[in-house]
């Protein structure tokens, strides 16, 4: 289906890739050209700024280019955590344009709009780094959420707070905040998705998903809380990360753009 609701959401996250690939292309076209740049330059023509500069680059020690790419990995994981954080609010920001009386909208998304704000207000003394808050207006909203209120508004912010998505289940419950429940064998039903794994059924593709993330997650969770040591991470497999996560969002994107349309009163 055409994404709208989520549009911008994906196109920022697509976007996000395109500068990891850049860096990736970087990298190794540096790591290749730098064994043979010394035969190739015309040392007699530069000038001493330049000469100086090709000879500190020439001298350096060999670079391991896993630790570019395990620095990849965890632009790639903040990238899809705000996707699913922008996910979240713009879905919730849709069903408040869509339907302002309280009575109608779904009983899940009024618990967790208590919950989620009542988290949200918490952190005033200890603001987030990673999410500004308005607490006044989080006040305010909540106070139009009551039976009877023909203008309610949902604290969309709110809804992405201590968010945790790095393994299939925490996803998951990710999206239970807004009263969707995830589709895995959906998104194995995704062509793309199965030419990914090459795989034919939708149920194995499925669960190909859940552990190709699974794995994505420990790896992530080692390189970020162990300093990288010891975890290798090469150019392929960079590669396939990238091109998993682009067919992914966008299968993931269209499903949850679905559910939200279902959430919305007719």
């Given amino acids: ?149 023909p203008q309610a508004v949902l604290n969309a912010e709110a809804f992405t707070i201590f968010l945790s998505i790095i393994s299939p289940e925490k996803l998951a419950d990710a999206l239970n905040r807004i009263g969707i429940k995830m589709n895995w064998d959906r998104l194995g039903s995704i062509q793309p998705m199965r030419e990914a794994f090459e795989t034919d059924k939708t149920r194995e593709t499925a669960k190909a998903i859940q552990e190709f993330l699974t794995q994505f997650g420990r790896k992530r969770n080692k390189i970020a809380h162990t300093g990288s040591s010891g975890v290798v991470v090469n150019e392929s497999e960079l590669e396939q990360l990238l091109k998993f996560f682009r067919v992914f969002a966008r299968g993931l994107c269209g499903l949850i753009e679905t559910e939200i349309g279902t959430l919305i009163p007719k």
């Avoid at 500068?19 to 010394?38: K, T």
């Avoid at 308005?134 to 039976?147: I, P, R």
């Fill in 1 to 149: 289906m055409a994404l709208k609701v989520l549009s911008d959401a994906l196109q920022e996250f697509d976007t996000a890739l395109d500068d990891i690939g850049s860096n990736l292309e970087f990298v190794r076209a540096a790591m290749q050209l730098r064994p043979r740049l010394r035969d190739m330059l015309h040392w007699q023509n530069m000038d001493g700024e330049a000469r100086k500069l090709a000879t500190r680059f020439l001298d350096q020690g060999s670079a391991e280019e896993s630790v570019f790419y395990r620095g990849m990995v965890i632009s790639l994981s903040g990238a899809f955590e705000q996707l699913v954080r922008r996910v979240l609010r713009d879905g919730v920001r849709a069903i408040n344009e869509a339907e302002g009386n309280y009575d109608n909208l779904h009983e899940t998304l009024k618990r967790q709009n208590v919950y989620r704000t009542g988290l949200a207000l918490q952190t005033i003394f200890e603001p987030l780094d990673y999410l500004e808050l308005d607490y006044e207006l989080l006040s305010k909203n909540l106070g139009t959420c009551f039976v009877g209120s």
